[in-house]
């Protein structure tokens, strides 16, 4: 799955080994496991339900006082959503009942999709996209896409085109590569958006938005570029050697045949 942008930049980080190697799980940075919790195992925030404040509630018709059970709808996540931005909807998974003396028969309710064109200011680009009507609504009560995808959760983002376009904006912003050719626009945008980066570190914004199978292809190639590098004994050989070299105490010379006859001399 590839998306591109108006100006051809991948959102997708397509490595070019498909190959994982085991154990690399374990070794993955504090930077990336954190980025995963927040997307995998943070509760969202709800959308199809309002959840009841306190413990304990009455009942309207019977007086009793019952315990609060704020319980989530079944939701499922088809992965046709991660090329689009979902605003944290899905599909919601229940029960019709065409009747009143009819069963009931199993019913999937799907979000309103629309193909739809979004404008990144920091990017300084349009893209194309599938939206929902709830995303679009986020969109504009935040004004704008950048404010939108910086100020939410990945837990409430969700889809992949979503976590990608805000890596995008977080290197933007950290490197300063926005409007390289007009710097007085850069100062301005820079300004704008630079709060949102006082909450992630230089690695977090490195490892941010990647998936589980894409983070290992990056520890991957980290340690096969470690590897080519030198061994700290092939280093430290070199460096005796030319400490030796500009050693300025002479060096006794022993010609007798006996000596170099004797390995040990």
């Not at 339900?49 to 989530?72: H, L, R, S, Y």
């Not at 935040?142 to 992949?160: F, I, M, S, V």
Request: a positive charge; hydrophobic letters at 30%; one cysteine or more.
């Amino acid at each position: 799955m590839e998306s591109r942008l108006a100006n051809g930049l991948k959102l997708l980080y397509i490595p070019k080994k498909t190959k994982i190697n085991s154990g690399l799980g374990d070794r993955l940075p504090e930077a990336y496991k954190k980025f995963y919790k927040e997307w995998r195992h943070k509760v969202p925030e709800p959308v199809y339900f309002k959840p009841k404040p306190g413990k304990w509630t009455k009942d309207e018709k019977t007086g009793a006082v019952i315990p609060v059970q704020n319980i989530p709808i079944p939701l499922k996540y088809p992965k046709t959503m991660h090329s689009g931005i979902w605003g944290g909807e899905a599909v919601v998974q229940g029960f019709k009942q065409s009747g009143k003396y009819k069963s009931r028969v199993p019913h999937f309710w799907t979000p309103t999709l629309k193909k739809s064109v979004v404008y990144s200011e920091i990017l300084n680009t349009y893209m194309s996209t599938t939206v929902t009507e709830r995303a679009l609504d986020l969109i504009n009560k935040n004004y704008g896409l950048d404010h939108y995808l910086l100020k939410t959760a990945a837990c409430d983002l969700k889809t992949t085109l979503s976590l990608k376009i805000k890596r995008h904006l977080l290197m933007a912003l950290r490197d300063k590569t926005l409007y390289k050719d007009d710097s007085v626009k850069q100062q301005e945008v820079y300004d704008k958006y630079k709060h949102y980066l006082k909450d992630y570190t230089h690695e977090e914004i490195e490892w941010y938005g990647l998936t589980f199978d894409e983070a290992l292809l990056k520890m991957q190639d980290i340690d096969e570029l470690n590897a080519k590098e030198a061994p700290l004994k092939a280093k430290y050989r070199l460096e005796l050697i030319e400490e030796l070299k500009n050693s300025n105490e002479p060096v006794e010379e022993n010609k007798s045949w006996l000596n170099k006859l004797n390995p040990f001399s």
